[in-house]
């Protein structure tokens, strides 16, 4: 009796065991595993049910602290905790359950859930997100006309060769995005060496290119700068000498204009004073020399009349 009552427990205990595992397994879909470039936006949806309740959002990133959204229907209240502001709902939780990442970092890389309550139970919708990185190579020519050559990269940082080989030593610099960027400078051994090849040797990236800097066009672009540069100098002293040579002045003096001299008024009798006093002396003159005449003609003993 006893054996058969262990035995009755026994099996009513497995039939709850792989009925919580089959629920389980309903309620929790298989890791959706998602992409994003770094520096642009991603988007993880979560599933639609109905009659729900509450949705939450768990972030379990790679790196920093952890963060959750969440939006409780019932009383139309949202609650971020631990959030940047680069991580929110899509757009309003009330018709769009959705989680957006702006301007996407390698930090963010990790794992996300989406939780959803309803009168059935809870339903999990996880996401693993992956920030990918793409590779840059840049080869170029200095202001020196020696080959340079970068190239930016995801840790661990890329491997920079030459073809001819280099006695440059690269130089890394990682950056607070999480990728890090090689610099070479081309050293050639020999004189001639302004013809290489450059080769970024990574598990993102593995390109190969050539580059020739000793091109004559650059020497013929200098000399053809300096003869113009002469041109307009002998351009600008014959014509300031043609100037010259024709009488034209860049710097004339004015003329100041004609000032009319100006005299006070005077009293009319100022001028005619001295006529007048000029005439009564011919008057007086005159006078005299009549009565002269006059006693001469006259006889002895008779004066003029008066």
């Not at 959002?57 to 019932?74: E, F, N, V």
């Not at 991580?87 to 957006?100: G, M, V, Y």
């Not at 989406?114 to 693993?128: I, L, S, T």
């Not at 040579?245 to 001028?271: A, N, S």
Request: hydrophobic share 35%; with cysteine.
């Amino acid at each position: 009796m006893k054996a058969g009552a262990d035995m009755e427990i026994a099996g009513k205990a497995v039939c709850v065991f792989m009925l919580l595992t089959i629920i389980r397994l309903r309620r929790t879909e298989g890791i959706n595993r998602v992409s994003a470039h770094l520096g642009h936006s991603t988007v993880m949806t979560c599933r639609n049910e109905t009659n729900i309740t509450m949705v939450t959002w768990k972030t379990s990133p790679k790196a920093g602290r952890q963060c959750t959204l969440s939006y409780l229907i019932d009383s139309n209240k949202t609650e971020k905790i631990n959030c940047s502001h680069r991580i929110n709902w899509r757009s309003r939780p009330d018709w769009d359950h959705a989680l957006e990442i702006q301007q996407v970092e390698m930090a963010d890389e990790g794992n996300y859930t989406c939780e959803v309550v309803n009168a059935d139970g809870n339903f999990h919708n996880p996401y693993h997100l992956t920030v990918l990185v793409s590779p840059r190579m840049a080869l170029y020519c200095d202001d020196h006309g020696n080959p340079v050559c970068e190239a930016e990269t995801e840790k661990p940082a890329a491997e920079i060769s030459w073809v001819p080989q280099s006695n440059s030593t690269p130089r890394a610099d990682s950056h607070s995005n999480g990728t890090v960027t090689v610099l070479s400078r081309f050293a050639a051994r020999s004189s001639d060496g302004k013809n290489a090849t450059c080769i970024v040797s990574h598990t993102t990236l593995n390109e190969a290119k050539s580059i020739d800097c000793s091109s004559p066009h650059r020497y013929l672009i200098l000399c053809i700068a300096i003869v113009l540069s002469f041109l307009i100098i002998i351009m600008f002293a014959a014509v300031i000498y043609c100037l010259k040579l024709h009488g034209y002045r860049f710097c004339r003096k004015t003329k100041p204009p004609d000032i009319v001299p100006t005299y006070p008024l005077q009293d009319d009798t100022v001028e005619v004073e001295p006529y007048t006093t000029y005439v009564q002396k011919e008057n007086a003159i005159y006078n005299s020399v009549s009565d002269l005449t006059l006693r001469q003609n006259l006889p002895q003993g008779q004066s003029p009349a008066t």
